[in-house]
C-alpha cells in the first residue's frame, strides 16, 4: 500500500475534479450539479475495501469524511448526509460523501444510477470549488 505507486481510477478521474489534498485522501467534487457530492479517495494503490487500510489510516479515513461532510454542509445545505463506499463498478477505494435535499432528482432514492449527470457550468463550478477549498483548507 503505497502512496508512490497511486493512480486515480479513469472512470473518477473522468467523472469528477480534484479539490483538495487531504493527509490521507484526494478530494474530488463529482461533477453533477443535482447533488452536492464529494469523494474521497486515500492516496494508497491496491485499496479495495475500507479494511485494507491500517486502522489509524481507517480513523484518518473518517475524520476526513467528516471534515469533507462539514465542508460541504457549510456551502451546500442539505437535509440528509449519505455516506458510502460501494466500489461495484470502481473498485478502487473511495468513499462518496453526498449531501441530499428533499425533493432533489433522486430523492428518496440513491443517487448511484440516477438519471443523468448534469455537468456544473464553468462558473458555478469555479465558485463552488473555491468555497470548498476554502472550508476543507481550514
Known amino acids: 500500500m503505497s502512496e508512490s505507486n ?3 481510477d479513469p472512470r473518477l478521474q473522468a467523472d469528477t475534479q480534484h479539490v483538495v489534498s487531504l493527509g490521507l485522501s484526494d478530494v474530488l467534487l ?3 450539479a443535482r447533488f452536492p457530492w464529494l469523494v474521497l479517495v486515500p492516496r494508497r494503490a491496491g485499496l479495495v475495501e475500507i479494511c485494507d487500510l491500517p486502522a489509524d489510516e481507517q480513523a484518518t479515513l473518517w475524520q476526513e469524511a ?3 461532510a462539514q465542508a460541504l454542509r457549510a456551502v ?3 437535509d ?3 455516506l458510502g463506499a460501494l466500489g461495484n463498478i470502481v473498485r478502487q477505494l473511495h468513499v462518496h460523501v453526498v449531501g441530499r435535499r428533499e425533493g432533489d432528482a433522486a430523492w428518496p ?3 448511484w444510477g440516477s438519471g443523468r449527470a448534469l455537468p456544473y457550468d464553468e462558473g458555478s ?8 477549498r476554502g472550508e476543507l483548507e481550514r
Not at 125 to 132: P, Q, S, V
Request: proline residues 8%; charged residues 15%; hydrophobic residues 50%.
Open 76 to 78: 451546500a445545505p442539505f
Open 6 to 8: 497511486f493512480t486515480l
Open 30 to 32: 463529482m461533477n453533477d
Open 66 to 68: 467528516n471534515h469533507a
Open 109 to 111: 432514492g440513491p443517487v
Open 80 to 82: 440528509k448526509l449519505n
Open 125 to 132: 463550478l469555479g465558485r463552488l470549488m473555491l468555497r470548498l
